[in-house]
């Protein structure tokens, strides 16, 4: 169900705005605290959909809560299964825009893939989400929406069960990494992403740690070091060349910032460390990038850099004008990096009968001119 024009939904906010809300309401100031920690506790450690249940919550209080508030997250438009077990949802929000989510299983872990944006900043030539052009910025609670949306459908609350279980890790918790590889530049909705980043890394709420919430962007450089100070998740650069003519073409913000300032800021990043390694992503576009003297240059580029470096077989989208890397040279590469002391795995296509795989991300949604969007209003 998508969220209702008239009520705004808790779900995304922190602490403090929940305390207003409550403020509004008439709660006494000297019970903010304790119904602070109830709301939290209901919202994002067993996932409630409804007041109701909230059974610590005076009968009340809870109807006046159902009056102007909801628990609501985005609209399931389609959700589609991966002959590997990758989940995509296009989901539809309160202004009827549209973003994608995808959920990778795997043995012992499972990943969501979110997004920040609807569309996208940017323009990177190999990414389909690239063709679709900036709508608008998600708002924390549409980037914490989809997670609890993911956490709805794969039974990832304590107690739940799966509709579907096949294809599901083992264990209590199925998604236990969170990645910003979604549509859209993370750092270009720098507050809106580092506010749900601190919901999700709240030890009592959806409690997943930093370093296993990954920022990947493509290089917003003034952005980076601020990132490191004021989130501190783990981080990824969109690298995808070794020369700035090529990556100039591939990822068109290099121009503003060049491969040599986005390296002396991956270097300065706070935190930076063996035990917190930048993650390099390069994709393998046949005879563009994946020779064996760009690998070479890659790894002398990286120099003194704790890094990991992931290798991704190129998605193929409708008319894109690139073409993956034969796997023969996909190895050669990789054994340049990996003599050179990198970890590179080579990133397993996943989803991508679905669109889902890494690069492919792209929904309907198109951007109003200012008189239409008035005009909805």
């Given at each position: ?214 920022l990947s962007t493509s290089g917003i450089v003034p952005e980076i070091p601020r990132w490191g100070e004021e989130a501190g ?145």
């Amino acid at each position: 169900m998508g969220v209702a024009p008239s009520k705004e939904t808790l779900v995304g906010l922190s602490r403090p705005e929940l305390a207003e809300k409550l403020a509004a309401l008439g709660v006494p100031e000297r019970q903010h605290r304790m119904r602070v920690a109830q709301l939290w506790s209901w919202i994002y450690v067993r996932g409630a959909t409804d007041f109701d249940i909230m059974t610590d919550i005076a009968k009340e209080l809870r109807g006046q809560l159902a009056e102007h508030f909801a628990l609501t997250r985005p609209e399931i438009v389609t959700e589609q299964v991966s002959v590997d077990g990758t989940r995509k949802w296009l989901l539809r929000l309160h202004d009827g825009k549209e973003i994608e989510t995808v959920y990778i299983p795997e043995e012992g872990r499972g990943t969501l893939c979110i997004s920040s944006q609807i569309g996208c900043t940017l323009t990177c030539s190999f990414c389909h989400t690239g063709t679709q052009r900036l709508v608008r910025n998600l708002t924390a609670s549409e980037i914490i929406g989809q997670i609890m949306l993911a956490r709805d459908r794969i039974g990832d609350w304590p107690g739940a069960v799966p509709d579907d279980p096949s294809g599901l890790p083992q264990g209590d918790r199925k998604i236990t990494n969170v990645v910003l590889m979604g549509m859209g530049e993370p750092l270009y909705n720098f507050d809106n992403v580092r506010d749900a980043c601190a919901i999700v890394s709240d030890g009592e709420g959806l409690s997943i740690s930093k370093r296993r919430i990954t920022l990947s962007t493509s290089g917003i450089v003034p952005e980076i070091p601020r990132w490191g100070e004021e989130a501190g998740t783990m981080l990824a650069i969109s690298l995808h060349a070794v020369r700035d003519e090529l990556r100039n073409e591939l990822v068109p913000i290099n121009r503003k910032w060049p491969i040599k300032d986005l390296l002396d800021a991956c270097r300065n990043y706070p935190g930076l460390s063996n035990a917190k390694r930048i993650t390099f992503e390069y994709v393998m576009l046949k005879g563009l990038n994946d020779s064996v003297e760009d690998a070479k240059a890659l790894v002398r580029l990286l120099a003194k850099i704790p890094a990991k470096i992931n290798l991704i077989p190129f998605n193929p989208w409708p008319g894109s004008p690139y073409e993956c890397s034969d796997w023969e040279q996909i190895e050669k590469f990789a054994e340049v990096v990996n003599r050179a002391g990198y970890a590179s795995p080579v990133r397993s296509p996943r989803g991508r009968d679905i669109m889902a795989a890494c690069g492919q991300l792209k929904s309907a949604s198109i951007k109003q001119r200012a008189s239409q969007r008035l005009a909805s209003a």
